[in-house]
């Protein structure tokens, strides 16, 4: 009994330290996390937050967990253990049999036995809970208890202030573009995110996924590389989690010579984690995904103009004539809309049309690009026609990174037309972070920026008869 409460004193003042240090609310609740899961020693823990209507909850933070579990996603609060959105703390002793769990199969697979979920309150409202695993039957203590609601007290601290400081960042904007206007009086619980990192270039990569909606952890989850006897000599820790496409991402914006060792330990991770899905983004990759924003180093580097020709209007021609035959072909004897997204594809769209032979519709939606933080991606032109039940082909100029066609084809699919493909002129398959399916590619394209038959940088080349590389300096 002293032992154990040896611990759990141990584990609160861990736990209340960790809570008062300025970290990011991800880093502190990972933390947190692991306060919890060695205090109890369980073999992992999440701390989850709900949402203002109170149907789901989201990881804020994990330890020990595998992806299979994180890559859950948000989970129905209603379903899933739902006494504790009464505020008492709920215990499932077997887990991969137990009916209020909601994916038994991924406990089965990773052997969680027993799972114990207790509220995060603030006054007499639930804002959250703390869910514990273990490969271990177990039964619940009034220690156990008294230690998970201390805790969950501790959370609550982390998230208020969390808001607070977000509360305080709003305001501190508004202020700075707009002098006059009313200052935002509410702190909604909803737009609770995570502010602090560890550098730069990874809270612009997190606003830049926030803005195409893809969900993201940061640092969830560490790997260990290396072991010496018993212990772990080497860790790796991938700085996002990206749950919806199941990668892990690792930005390397740093030093030419830390690539190369971080270049190791991602050839390393692969090898001993085969089925992990782990992308390295360099400082040039960054720098380039900035740049089609006109943002960042690139953003205002200097051009002049094109470099080197890449496809001749002949060799277009040629090939969009190629892929309207093969779309006529397997459409044959049914009529498709084609749909664009303004203002790259006009070229291709169009040239692409004259050579259909089947019934075809045509519809533009256009978007909103990203501008930085805070804001989200926003369909600024709808389609006119409904796709309903429709054979939809979604037409695109160039896929890079797939986050513009990966949202689009979302949004597509809610209209529930009765098929939808993809037809992208260009494929640069180097770069790709969202996993969408192309059905049809007029090229795949090596890794260079590239203007020309619609294609634009910064507005300009887009009426240029052929497609080329940009001279860059
Ligand atoms: P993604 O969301 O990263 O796949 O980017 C797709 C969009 O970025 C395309 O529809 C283009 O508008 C733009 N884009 C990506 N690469 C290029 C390029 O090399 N030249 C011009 N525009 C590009
Ligand atoms: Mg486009």
Redesign the pocket.
Known sequence: MTTSKGRYYSGLQQATAIANDSLSLRRTCNAIAKVIAKSMGMTGCRVLLLNPKNDFLTTIGSFGLSDLYLRKGPLAATKSLPEVLEGQIAIVSHAPSDERVQHPQIAESQHVVTIIASPIMRGQDVIGQVRVYSRQERSLSDLDEEFLRTIGHVCSVVLERAELSQFKERVKRTCATAPKQILPTEMPAASLKPVEFAHESEAEFANLLDF?QIEWLYEPRSFPLAWNGEGVSQMFTPDFYLPELDMYVELTTMKQDLITSKNRKVRKLRELYPDINVRLVTRKDFAR?LA?YGYGPLGDAKVEGVGRILYSQTQIKRRVRSLARRVSKDYAGQRIVMIG?L???MCFLSDLMQHISIPVKVDYMDISHYGGHGDIVKITRDLDCSITDEHVLMV????????????VLAHLASHRPASLHVCSL?D?KE????N?QLDYVGFE?PD????GYG???QGEYRNLPFIGV?RQE
Do not use: C, P, S, W
């Not at 695109?396 to 949202?407: K, Q, R, S």
């Not at 260079?448 to 203007?451: G, W």
């Open positions: 195409y995904l089609k997204v203002k790259g594809v695109e100029d160039i896929v890079d990174t797939g986050m513009t066609l990966n949202y260009l640069r770069r790709r972070l969202a969408v394209i260079e920026f590239v203007v294609l634009d940088y940009l």
